[in-house]
């Protein structure tokens, strides 16, 4: 299982970090990645990485804003996201997956979601 959370109500230019904590089996060599849906829009991925494995991938648009890490002891990662804009606001979901390949794609564990909303 997937849950994540440390979303919440932040500023334009704020920093966040979210977390996710996978429970119930080991992730080692597991894609771990996170993933946000805007209102009316399709998912999108953000980051992913291999966990213990030391491969990252982010989504171009990006452009360093966010970062993704890992937690071994805890078994959980993280999105580290700075300079939000409001055009960040949106749910964000962790996923896995055992394929630690295309990091960007086919996740099939999903956790329920947190909400982060930037205003103006």
């Known amino acids: 299982q997937l849950q994540a959370s440390g979303g919440g109500l932040v500023q334009a230019g704020d920093s966040l970090r979210l977390s996710c904590t996978a429970s119930?089996?080991?992730?080692?060599?597991?894609?771990l990645a996170w993933f946000r849906q805007a209102p009316g829009k399709e998912r999108e991925f953000l980051a992913g990485l291999t966990f213990r494995g030391g491969s990252r991938y982010y989504a171009d648009f990006l452009k360093g804003r966010f970062h993704i890490s890992e937690d071994d002891a805890k078994n959980t990662v993280y999105l580290q996201m700075n300079s939000l804009k409001p055009e960040d606001t949106a749910v964000y979901y962790c996923?896995?997956?055992?394929?630690?390949?295309?990091?960007?794609?086919?996740?099939?564990?999903w956790g329920q979601g947190t909400l982060v909303t930037v205003s103006s």
């Open positions: 996923a896995a997956k055992a394929d630690p390949l295309l990091l960007k794609f086919d996740y099939n564990y």
């Open positions: 119930g089996r080991t992730f080692t060599n597991y894609a």
